[in-house]
C-alpha cells in the first residue's frame, strides 16, 4: 500500500463547480497533515494546512479523520485559476522537522469556463 | 526577498555524463532539502543538510548521488554516470530552522537524460 493514496482524477469541473479531493495515508503514526497545489512544471506551494478540527479557508475546506487515516480538501465555487494538480503530503513530525514530507501523486483539476 | 533558487531549470545530459544542480536557499535561511518527482510520481525526499554538514541523507540512492552545502556558495546535488531513469525535476526547499516551519521549495532543476 502506497504511503499516500489519492483520487487518480483528473478531474474536469465548470467554473463555479464545488469539487471534492480525497486522501489515505498508511503511516498511523503521521502527525502533521498539508494541502499543497502544483502548478504545471512549477514547483509545490502550500495551500492549508489540515487539522483534525477541520479548517477552513475562504473557499477552501479541508479536513481530518485521523481514525480513518483520511484527509479531504473541498474547493467551492472553483475558478479558472484553480486549475492545477492538487497534493496531498504528511510528515510523521508534529510541529517540528516537518522537512521529511511525504508526497501523494496528485490529483489533476480542470476548471472549464 | 528572493526565494529559493534553483539552477539550471532545465539540464539535458547524455548517458553516463554528470549533472550538477545548484541551490541558494532564501536569504537568513540555513537548512536545505532536495526532493526527486520523477514522472507520475509524488516527490519523493532525497536529503537534508545544513552548512557544511548532511543532517539525513535517508532518501539518497546509494550510488551516484552526493550533496553538498558549502560554509559559502550554494547547495549541489551531484548525479554522476546519469542514466534514464534520472530524469525528472529536482526540486531544493529552505527553511530558516528544522522546527516548526513551512519550507518553501524552488521552481526545481528538470533533468533529462538521453
Known amino acids: 500500500r502506497k504511503e499516500v493514496e489519492q483520487d487518480p482524477g483528473p478531474f474536469n469541473v465548470p467554473e463555479g463547480a464545488t469539487v471534492a479531493f480525497n486522501c489515505t495515508y498508511s503511516n498511523s503514526a503521521s502527525q502533521s497533515f498539508f494541502w499543497y497545489r502544483q502548478d504545471c512544471r512549477k514547483e509545490p506551494k502550500l495551500l492549508m494546512s489540515v487539522y483534525s478540527s477541520g479548517n477552513e479557508d475562504g473557499r477552501f475546506t479541508a479536513q481530518l479523520n485521523r481514525a480513518s487515516q483520511y484527509i479531504s480538501l473541498l474547493i467551492r465555487d472553483s475558478k479558472l485559476s484553480d486549475s492545477a494538480t492538487y497534493l496531498c503530503v504528511v510528515s510523521p513530525n508534529s510541529g517540528g522537522s516537518n522537512y521529511k514530507l511525504t508526497f501523494g501523486k496528485g490529483t489533476l483539476l480542470t476548471v472549464n469556463p | 526577498n528572493a526565494g529559493v533558487m534553483q539552477n539550471p531549470r532545465h539540464l539535458v545530459r547524455r548517458r553516463g555524463q554528470e549533472a550538477r544542480l545548484r541551490c541558494s536557499p532564501m536569504?537568513?535561511?540555513?537548512?536545505v532539502y532536495w526532493y526527486r518527482q520523477l514522472p507520475e510520481e509524488g516527490l519523493k525526499f532525497m536529503v537534508y543538510l545544513q552548512k557544511e554538514n548532511i543532517i539525513d541523507e535517508s532518501g539518497m540512492p546509494k550510488e551516484r548521488f552526493s550533496a553538498e552545502f558549502p560554509k559559502e556558495g550554494p547547495s549541489i546535488l551531484r548525479i554522476q554516470q546519469v542514466v534514464r531513469g534520472d530524469s525528472a525535476a529536482y526540486f531544493c526547499?529552505?527553511?530558516?530552522?528544522?522546527?516548526?516551519?513551512?519550507?518553501?521549495f524552488g521552481e526545481g532543476s528538470w533533468l533529462t537524460v538521453v
Open positions: 536569504k537568513g535561511h540555513s537548512h
Open positions: 526547499a529552505s527553511s530558516p530552522r528544522v522546527e516548526g516551519n513551512t519550507i518553501y
